[in-house]
């Protein structure tokens, strides 16, 4: 029954989507199939000449071991090549996996990292106790002071009239946008869980919970707030993060 759930796999072989190193594994896979095909024959020839010897006056026991000897050698060269693509499909498990990783890498965190969030950066700031709002990077004050300088992002104010923080690398999330690092490579949040983001026509971060998640057709997150009566909201899925640990405790 294993051998037969492996030849359905080697029957459908390996989708034509993944990448082109995986062609050799699926030239492999189907090469293997086939040597077990010329196996199968070979053990029911032998099981006939078998079946067959009784009944002659003189047993062809030469032609016996011959088919023996060949069936062995077949045997050996598909365990050959099994070891061959066991190694590939290792290789490719291993590809994929930290393919998967780094599209779906912690794209939130970068205090402790050693990255350096470029001058114009949006991110939330915690400008104070629990309180965070949608920030621009300024500049990156070096060692030994190790702060950024970032502004506040609300527009309906001049340039000149927003607030000004110096913050500590822990104090900020970093909000990259689609064309950065587009839904297929970032982590999408599913309904039910708690989120962080921003409130509908503010620069404010409030808790809140997924209702809905963002797909090609809408990239929008649909979210139930925190004290606010139930309410579904669309929130751009930039301004959507994870919860800060402070607040997750």
Not at 10 to 27: D, F, N
Not at 237 to 248: C, S
Request: glycine share 4%.
């Amino acid at each position: 029954s294993d051998w037969n759930g492996f030849q359905m796999t080697s029957r459908r072989g390996i989708p034509s989507s993944l990448p082109a190193e995986t062609k050799e594994l699926k030239r492999n896979l189907r090469e293997l199939h086939q040597k077990r095909n010329v196996q199968q024959r070979d053990f029911d020839e032998c099981q006939k000449f078998c079946e067959k010897l009784p009944t002659e006056k003189k047993p062809n026991h030469r032609g016996l071991v011959k088919r023996y000897m060949k069936a062995v050698r077949d045997a050996a060269d598909e365990m050959t090549l099994a070891q061959t693509c066991l190694q590939n499909m290792v290789r490719y498990v291993e590809h994929r996996v930290e393919e998967i990783y780094q599209n779906n890498a912690d794209i939130w965190t970068h205090a402790g990292t050693g990255r350096i969030l470029p001058d114009g950066s949006k991110v939330a700031a915690c400008t104070s106790e629990n309180l965070w709002v949608l920030a621009l990077v300024d500049h990156y004050l070096p060692a030994p002071r190790n702060r950024y300088h970032v502004v506040d992002a609300d527009t309906q104010q001049a340039m000149e009239n927003r607030k000004h923080y110096k913050l500590e690398p822990s104090k900020l999330i970093p909000l990259p946008d689609l064309t950065e690092y587009p839904l297929n490579k970032r982590r999408i949040f599913k309904p039910g869980e708690w989120v962080f983001a921003i409130f509908p026509r503010t620069t404010a971060f409030y808790r809140a919970k997924v209702v809905q998640s963002p797909n090609k057709k809408e990239p929008k997150y649909k979210l139930e707030f925190e004290d606010d009566n139930g309410q579904r909201r669309d929130v751009e899925t930039v301004h959507v993060v994870p919860l800060p640990q402070l607040l997750t405790s």
